[in-house]
């Protein structure tokens, strides 16, 4: 069956740095990769998407990566600042319909000063 | 959450009653979610609406149903709560179905079943 792996453990790294998030997934054939961040209490935000054939994507401080073959997307935040803390979702089309999506389980990120 | 409103934000219920949670969109968007998150499971799909009156089911679809009889409400209906039905709800809008489409959600309704 299909499975969406994100580290369970939260992410602490120092304001400035680099955070590198990890979305690792089986079983799968996705033609697309989203996204999102999520504050405590609130619901999900979608950030960006990135299509099979494109090996990279940015937006302002933020750049994903999808390799399709290692079966896994790198989400990195550059010059990171405590506002950039939150938990981070990655979502791919559901194995066997066009319409829905999975979520992985999120990796909390912490930026300290 | 822009254009997505959940109500009611916040319930507390008995075991064995009846429940229904809104959601309303001004977005005319031809898709809505419904989802519920818990610890360690994230997010998972509950059922999802394609259109009026055009509803399936989601992963974990056993004690819910829903209605949508009108674009802007989907609504969520718990026939007899139980407690493992405990879980924070939101409410989602795509444009298009897919993944190549973003969802957006709404703020959460915060469910507990005593």
């Known amino acids: 069956s299909q499975k969406i792996e994100q580290n369970s453990e939260a992410l602490n790294i120092q304001e400035g740095k680099t955070a590198t998030l990890t979305c690792n997934y089986t079983?799968?054939?996705?033609?697309?990769l989203q996204w999102y961040r999520q504050d405590p209490g609130r619901g999900p935000v979608f950030l960006l998407l990135i299509r099979e054939n494109e090996k990279e994507k940015r937006k302002e401080r933020l750049k994903v990566t999808f390799d399709t073959t290692l079966k896994q997307s790198l989400f990195h935040i550059t010059a990171s600042q405590p506002a950039d803390s939150a938990t981070y979702l990655c979502?791919?089309?559901?194995?066997?319909?066009?319409?829905?999506?999975?979520f992985g389980t999120g990796t909390r990120l912490q930026v300290t000063l | 959450d822009a254009g997505i409103t959940q109500s009611p934000r916040h319930k507390v219920t008995e075991t064995g009653t009846p429940v229904t949670l809104r959601c309303h969109q001004t977005e005319n968007h031809r898709y809505m979610y419904w989802y519920r998150q818990d610890p360690g499971h994230g997010l998972r799909l509950i059922h999802y609406?394609?259109?009026?009156?055009?509803?399936d089911k989601g992963e974990v679809s056993d004690g819910y149903s829903v209605s949508r009889s009108k674009t802007e409400d989907f609504l969520l209906t718990l026939e007899s709560a139980t407690s493992s039905q405990t879980s924070v709800y939101f409410c989602?809008?795509?444009?298009?179905?897919?993944?190549?489409?973003?969802?957006?959600f709404g703020p959460g309704t915060r469910l507990t079943v005593t």
């Open positions: 609406s394609y259109g009026v009156k055009d509803t």
């Open positions: 989602a809008i795509s444009e298009f179905g897919g993944s190549s489409y973003e969802q957006y």
């Open positions: 979502a791919l089309r559901t194995t066997g319909t066009a319409s829905k999506l999975t």
């Open positions: 079983n799968y054939s996705p033609a697309y």
